[in-house]
């Protein structure tokens, strides 16, 4: 009987080495460009207890009923990993005192997050997001900040041709009564949702049929009143201002009176990036503001706005013939040897070359010279030391550049400086 050949469970990936370079690629350049416009890192824990995400996200959210992975730990606590990170950093500015900072805050955070969802295109059930969060501040001007570095990361990748999508859900003053409008309207036209969820969305959660993604609804969609006709006085300030911003810093949009977003705590700005393809799950960026999350979490009331980006679908968007984002930095070494002293030579010299900060790799044993210059080109090594008797009795080692095939011969005791990049 053949033994199982076990997978990666499904809606998760393996991230293997040739993808590797693209993934520090990406996170690299999004740390850069966080850094540049004053952002702070922050890491918060994969798991949270449930009820963080049942009060900020919304109990009558797809996430909190249907994908979330909850469960009861060996201390009986009821945790959740976590399915997105806003809630989180809110919860660590929380109880940490950052309140007491000057505001506003600004962080940013990378990590991997969970949602028990149906596995397609763009979508994982363990997935990897940048996102980042201003916390303290109710000017317009940060909302055009946090769209202006979102905008920024996707450049600094080589993503190009993408459309920002922008709406404002108002907020506690004026939503209530939007909802009521959209409420109405769909009721008059109860007999044309045909689906359960949207049927349980009138009820429980207008706003999300704008978000339905199936092809009957979209007329019904079109025709539904848009959010920014029943804006209060002091939202409607706030939208003007904000698109003023952004044509003052060039950023162009499409305003889009379907966006409200998925989750509860939102209020006022929401906006996507999404690419020049179609597709349901094409969304680069998402992210709004929420101006009463932190006071749900038990906080004074302190406004908010930040976003996350889909780290696997920007890596699905980033070109791969930019050879510039594979170009190795720096030198590696493959130290070829034949025979058991020049093996030990080569012990001593990759050793040598590690501490000096230099990348080496000592060739697999017992194979020809010829083999292991082919394991040089599968590592994609620039520079082969070849070590033999006759370079151990002069003291000179061959060194051959594998990019341009030229080779000379170094003293031993020069040979590590050589290496070194200028």
Not at 122 to 141: K, L, P
Not at 340 to 360: I, M, Q, Y
Not at 397 to 402: D, K
Request: charged residues 25%; hydrophobic residues 35%.
């Amino acid at each position: 009987m053949s033994q199982k050949q076990f997978q990666a469970p499904r809606g998760t990936s393996d991230i293997l080495p040739e993808e590797q370079v693209y993934w520090r690629f990406l996170e690299s350049r999004a740390e850069d460009v966080a850094t540049r416009f004053g952002y702070e890192r922050i890491n918060t824990p994969a798991f949270e207890n449930a009820n963080l995400f049942v009060r900020s996200v919304g109990e009558a959210t797809d996430i909190v009923e249907k994908e979330t992975y909850t469960f009861e730990d060996r201390g009986g606590d009821l945790v959740s990993l976590r399915p997105e990170g806003t809630a989180p950093v809110c919860r660590a500015y929380l109880q940490h005192g950052m309140h007491n900072l000057p505001q506003p805050v600004r962080l940013f955070y990378m990590g991997d997050f969970f949602r028990y969802d149906r596995p397609q295109a763009g979508r994982y059930r363990q997935f990897h997001q940048f996102g980042i969060e201003v916390i303290g501040e109710t000017d317009a001007s940060v909302d055009s900040e946090v769209i202006d570095l979102a905008w920024s990361v996707l450049e600094s990748v080589g993503v190009k041709d993408v459309t920002l999508l922008l709406n404002s859900i108002g907020d506690a003053t004026c939503r209530p009564g939007y909802i009521d409008e959209l409420r109405s309207y769909y009721r008059s036209r109860a007999s044309e949702l045909v689906h359960d969820d949207c049927k349980r969305r009138l009820e429980t959660n207008p706003l999300r049929l704008l978000d339905c993604k199936n092809g009957a609804c979209q007329p019904l969609i079109d025709a539904a009143p848009g959010s920014v006709d029943y804006l209060c006085g002091d939202c409607s300030k706030h939208w003007d201002a904000l698109l003023g911003d952004l044509n003052a810093v060039g950023r162009s949009y499409k305003i889009d009176k379907r966006l409200v977003r998925g989750l509860d705590y939102y209020s006022r700005t929401v906006f996507e990036i999404v690419p020049p393809s179609d597709g349901q799950q094409s969304t680069l960026v998402a992210g709004g503001r929420y101006d009463g999350l932190i006071e749900l979490l038990g906080g004074r009331p302190t406004p908010g706005i930040g976003f996350a980006l889909g780290i696997e679908r920007v890596l699905a968007a980033i070109p791969r013939d930019d050879e510039s984002i594979t170009k190795i930095d720096g030198n590696k070494i493959i130290v070829a040897h034949m025979g058991d002293e020049s093996k030990s030579a080569g012990v001593k010299l990759c050793s040598e070359l590690h501490r000096a900060g230099v990348a080496a790799v000592l060739a697999p044993p017992g194979r020809s010279l010829k083999s292991q210059l082919r394991y040089a080109s599968s590592i994609r090594a620039t520079h082969a030391v070849i070590i033999g008797d006759r370079e151990l009795e002069s003291g000179s080692f061959m060194l051959r550049n594998l990019v341009d095939r030229e080779q000379r011969e170094i003293p031993r005791d020069d040979l590590v400086a050589a290496l070194i990049p200028s």
